[in-house]
């Protein structure tokens, strides 16, 4: 039997059963290019189970979430952005998952139910209220889908499914990329305008969303599909600036991962075209992100959950596919061994069906894609401390790596008034002995009256888990630190035996006292020093 004989026929145990995997053919519609995932690609994922153990668990994981979305209900249509944006998230897990297990495997079970669901989400008068958000992932799922699956599709299907495409999203390009946005414009999302949106995750989400739309649409619309083309890049360089320059996000780790998924994907997509999109990955501090996203989590797995975000696990948002795509991409072999604990850690859960799992691992089919392969030689021993320059500034200190009772310490400076920001500068997380002594409360209720009026004075500024009162930072005779206060790291060092931080931040008490120090400081590497300097106070 020849190789490529073995390598059809492989024979391997996904989901308790066995299961031969097949051709699996792969035939975009209307001759358009493979979207993310070909032929050549299906037929690695298939060796490197052969020889990875690795690749094989993460097959099994993603067969056992397939066969569970196939139980899921029928998407269903509500006039609501929040029940909206579930029914998007379900999409994108099922259309990934699905798609490269169909490819995998040849059972059609999973090609049956994607198109169904492309079906049902194509008919849903529209795929948001008021916040295009939902509707960027709903497109990216609907159009990689039709990409994928489309070829099974009647002509009627396809075009009700065109038509939704068009419908939520590419008919909106002209206004979405206006430059400047037209005041008369009544579209959510303006690509170059001023709001928190045109610079944050929603910029990164969105142009995935539209470039996905135009690629499958190009042939239909090519106008609408070239200004997407023409405007996505120069839109994605809005939120991209705030990795630099080390590769530190200001919105906090959780929308660092939600954020950083589209932004690769988006990326990649834009490699289906002569602009392959390496001027975006070239940006400054892009490629340090990988370095951000190990320092962010401390030894118990659980992120520095500064901002808006709640304190998420290493292995549920620090060991995806995109994670896995930066490594290849900057050359970074000394991240694999990292993203494979992770990605195995993550394959440890135990996967109970249901929504909030299959929104929870929406974007797990993307590690078979990009897949973190075993690193040669050995990587490098990582430094224990880091400080990382940005609009945010963290520094993080530890006593070692893959010790669960290492100490760790780490450290927001910056600038407030950012997106989804808190009043935190100077606010810590603190572990040892496996707990988190120090914490961060997270976000409150997006839903609270006029959670997002953040100027100076503002509503925002009022709840508990928004202001300094809240966070782990200094008080200074009650009052809150100003709404678009300053503070930066003014001394760093990291020696074998202590290592410590300093932060100014008198420019978030202004006029409180002359001077306001922070310092934190690993002593040994076995106690953890927090100081507070107050100079010249004005109570």
Same mark, same amino acid.
């Given at each position: 039997?020849?190789?490529?004989?073995?390598?059809?026929?492989?024979?391997?145990?996904?989901? &308790?059963?066995?299961?031969?995997?097949?051709?699996?053919?792969? +035939?975009?519609?209307?001759?358009?290019?493979?979207?993310?995932?070909?032929?050549?690609?299906?037929?690695?994922?298939?060796?490197?189970?052969?020889?990875?153990?690795?690749?094989?668990?993460?097959?099994?994981?993603?067969?056992?979430?397939?066969?569970?979305?196939?139980?899921?209900?029928?998407?269903?249509?509500?006039?609501?952005?929040?029940?909206?944006?579930?029914?998007?998230?379900?999409?994108?897990?099922?259309?990934?998952?699905?798609?490269?297990?169909?490819?995998?495997?040849?059972?059609?079970?999973?090609?049956?139910?994607?198109? %169904?669901?492309?079906?049902?989400?194509?008919?849903?008068?529209?795929?948001?209220?008021?916040?295009?958000?939902? %509707?960027?992932?709903?497109?990216?799922?609907?159009?990689?889908?039709?990409?994928?699956?489309?070829?099974?599709?009647?002509?009627?299907?396809?075009?009700?499914?065109?038509?939704?495409?068009?419908?939520?999203?590419?008919?909106?390009?002209?206004?979405?990329?206006?430059?400047?946005?037209?005041?008369?414009?009544?579209?959510?999302?303006? +690509?170059? #305008?001023? /709001?928190?949106?045109?610079?944050?995750?929603?910029?990164?989400?969105?142009?995935?969303?539209?470039?996905?739309? %135009?690629?499958?649409?190009?042939? !239909?619309?090519?106008?609408?599909?070239?200004?997407?083309?023409?405007? !996505?890049?120069?839109?994605?360089?809005?939120?991209?600036?705030?990795?630099?320059?080390?590769?530190?996000? $200001?919105?906090?780790?959780?929308?660092?991962?939600?954020?950083?998924?589209?932004?690769?994907?988006?990326? !990649?997509?834009?490699?289906?075209?002569?602009?392959?999109?390496?001027?975006?990955?070239?940006?400054?501090?892009?490629?340090?992100?990988?370095?951000?996203?190990?320092?962010?989590?401390?030894?118990?797995?659980?992120?520095?959950?500064?901002?808006?975000?709640?304190? +998420?696990?290493?292995?549920?948002?620090?060991?995806?596919?995109?994670?896995?795509?930066?490594?290849?991409?900057?050359?970074?072999?000394?991240?694999? $061994?990292?993203?494979?604990?992770?990605?195995?850690?993550?394959?440890?859960?135990?996967?109970?069906?249901?929504?909030?799992?299959?929104?929870?691992?929406?974007?797990?089919?993307?590690?078979?894609?990009?897949?973190?392969?075993?690193?040669?030689?050995?990587?490098?021993? *990582?430094?224990?401390?880091?400080?990382?320059?940005?609009?945010? *500034? @963290?520094?993080?200190?530890?006593? !070692?790596?893959?010790?669960?009772?290492?100490?760790?310490?780490?450290?927001?400076?910056?600038?407030?008034?950012?997106?989804?920001?808190?009043?935190?500068?100077?606010?810590?997380?603190?572990?040892?002995?496996?707990?988190?002594? &120090?914490?961060?409360?997270?976000?409150?209720?997006?839903?609270?009256?006029?959670?997002? /009026?953040?100027?100076? #004075?503002?509503?925002?500024?009022?709840?508990?888990?928004?202001?300094?009162?809240?966070?782990?930072? $200094?008080?200074?005779?009650?009052?809150? /630190?100003?709404?678009?206060?300053?503070?930066?790291?003014?001394?760093?060092?990291?020696?074998?035996?202590?290592?410590?931080? @300093?932060?100014?931040?008198?420019?978030?008490?202004?006029?409180?006292? +002359?001077?306001?120090?922070?310092?934190?400081?690993?002593?040994?590497?076995?106690?953890?020093?927090?100081?507070?300097?107050?100079?010249?106070?004005?109570?």
């Amino acid at each position: 039997m020849t190789l490529a004989q073995i390598l059809r026929y492989a024979v391997c145990f996904l989901g &308790g059963c066995l299961v031969a995997f097949g051709e699996g053919g792969f +035939a975009p519609p209307l001759g358009q290019p493979d979207l993310l995932l070909n032929a050549t690609r299906v037929a690695e994922i298939r060796q490197t189970a052969m020889t990875d153990p690795l690749m094989m668990r993460l097959l099994r994981g993603l067969r056992l979430r397939a066969d569970a979305y196939l139980t899921n209900a029928p998407l269903r249509y509500e006039a609501n952005d929040l029940h909206l944006m579930t029914q998007a998230r379900l999409m994108v897990a099922q259309t990934l998952t699905w798609g490269v297990m169909q490819r995998l495997t040849g059972d059609e079970r999973y090609a049956a139910a994607a198109r %169904a669901a492309l079906l049902q989400a194509a008919v849903f008068p529209r795929w948001f209220v008021k916040d295009y958000l939902r %509707a960027g992932e709903m497109s990216f799922a609907v159009a990689l889908g039709y990409n994928w699956f489309g070829d099974g599709m009647t002509g009627e299907q396809k075009r009700l499914v065109r038509a939704a495409l068009v419908r939520n999203t590419l008919i909106h390009a002209t206004d979405a990329y206006a430059q400047p946005p037209g005041a008369e414009s009544k579209f959510p999302w303006r +690509a170059f #305008g001023d /709001q928190d949106t045109a610079f944050n995750n929603h910029s990164q989400i969105c142009n995935a969303g539209f470039l996905a739309t %135009a690629l499958v649409m190009q042939d !239909a619309e090519p106008a609408l599909a070239q200004t997407v083309f023409s405007n !996505a890049p120069t839109s994605l360089r809005r939120p991209m600036a705030w990795f630099a320059p080390d590769g530190v996000w $200001p919105e906090g780790p959780t929308y660092w991962r939600y954020g950083l998924v589209y932004n690769v994907l988006a990326i !990649a997509l834009l490699g289906q075209m002569p602009d392959s999109g390496d001027e975006l990955a070239a940006m400054p501090g892009f490629g340090r992100t990988l370095d951000y996203g190990r320092h962010i989590f401390g030894p118990t797995g659980m992120s520095f959950n500064y901002s808006d975000g709640g304190p +998420a696990r290493d292995h549920a948002i620090g060991a995806g596919g995109e994670l896995a795509w930066l490594a290849h991409r900057f050359g970074r072999e000394d991240m694999l $061994p990292l993203l494979r604990d992770r990605l195995a850690n993550h394959l440890n859960q135990t996967f109970t069906p249901g929504e909030t799992s299959a929104i929870n691992d929406r974007f797990l089919a993307l590690s078979a894609l990009w897949f973190p392969g075993h690193a040669t030689p050995p990587p490098p021993a *990582e430094p224990l401390d880091a400080h990382f320059k940005g609009a945010a *500034e @963290v520094v993080s200190l530890r006593s !070692a790596w893959g010790d669960a009772q290492a100490l760790w310490i780490a450290m927001k400076t910056g600038r407030n008034g950012l997106p989804h920001s808190n009043l935190d500068l100077g606010g810590f997380v603190f572990e040892s002995s496996g707990v988190r002594w &120090g914490i961060e409360l997270g976000s409150d209720n997006y839903a609270l009256p006029k959670y997002w /009026q953040d100027e100076e #004075g503002g509503t925002r500024w009022t709840y508990f888990r928004c202001n300094n009162h809240g966070q782990n930072t $200094p008080e200074i005779d009650g009052t809150l /630190q100003a709404a678009r206060g300053e503070a930066a790291i003014v001394a760093f060092a990291s020696r074998p035996d202590r290592a410590f931080a @300093v932060a100014d931040l008198t420019n978030a008490y202004p006029g409180r006292a +002359a001077r306001v120090l922070r310092g934190v400081a690993m002593i040994d590497r076995r106690r953890v020093l927090i100081q507070d300097e107050i100079h010249g106070g004005h109570p």
